[in-house]
C-alpha cells in the first residue's frame, strides 16, 4: 500500500479484533516508523513498549477495562519525557503525536486496525500511569497512548470528512 493509500484508510477502529496474531516482525517495522517521526530539536522524547505477550496484555486489561480492547492481540504504548528543547519550550506532545500518526500508518499499510487511545488514559484517574506500572516505566515517563493492534473483526467504518474546500485554500484564508 503506497503512503497517501495508507492516509486515505486510516481511521480510528473501535471494534473487537480477529484472534490471530501480529506477526513480530510487523510490531517493529511499524515501531520503527513511529521512532523515524520527526522531533522537536531532534530531542526524540517519544519512546514505545509494543505488547503482544497474552499475560502481559492481561494485565494491561484489567487497568483499561474497555471491552474491545481486550480483543486485540498486541498493542503499542507511548511514552514520552518533557525535556526542554528550545529555550523554554518543550515539544514532546508535537513529537509523540508524529510518532502515533506514523505508526498508524504502518499499522494500516500492515492490514490491521487500531485506534489512538490517549485522553482516556491521561485523564485524573491515571490509567497511564498505573499501566505504565504495570509495564516497569521509570517515573521520569509518562505513559500518554496506547494502540491496540489487530485485525479487524468488524465491518471497518470511516468518519465523514469535511470537503476539501471547506478546510483548504490557495493563497489566502476564504470563508464562504
Excluded at 473501535?14 to 522537536?40: C, D, K, W, Y
Excluded at 511514552?79 to 502515533?100: G, N, P, W
Amino acid at each position: 500500500m503506497n503512503v497517501l493509500d495508507a492516509i486515505r484508510d486510516r481511521t480510528s477502529y473501535r471494534g473487537t479484533f480477529q484472534n490471530t496474531a501480529v506477526a513480530r516482525e510487523h510490531l517493529i517495522r511499524i515501531m520503527e516508523a513511529g521512532l523515524a517521526a520527526p522531533s522537536g530539536c531532534n530531542k526524540q522524547t517519544a519512546s514505545l513498549i509494543a505488547v503482544d505477550d497474552a499475560q502481559a496484555l492481561r494485565k494491561l486489561h484489567k487497568v483499561i477495562q474497555k471491552p474491545a480492547v481486550e480483543t486485540a492481540p498486541a498493542m503499542i504504548c507511548v511514552l514520552t519525557q518533557r525535556i526542554i528543547a528550545y529555550r523554554d519550550r518543550c515539544f514532546h506532545v508535537h513529537d509523540y503525536s508524529a510518532a502515533i500518526e506514523n505508526m498508524l500508518l504502518a499499522i494500516v499499510g500492515l492490514g490491521y486496525q487500531s485506534c489512538w487511545y490517549e485522553g482516556y488514559i491521561t485523564d485524573t484517574d491515571a490509567i497511564g500511569r498505573k499501566m505504565a506500572d504495570v509495564l516497569g516505566v521509570p517515573a521520569d515517563y509518562a505513559l500518554v497512548c496506547f494502540l491496540p493492534i489487530g485485525i479487524a473483526a468488524e465491518p471497518v467504518t470511516h468518519a465523514e470528512k469535511k470537503p476539501f474546500a471547506e478546510r483548504a485554500w490557495f493563497n489566502g484564508f476564504r470563508k464562504d
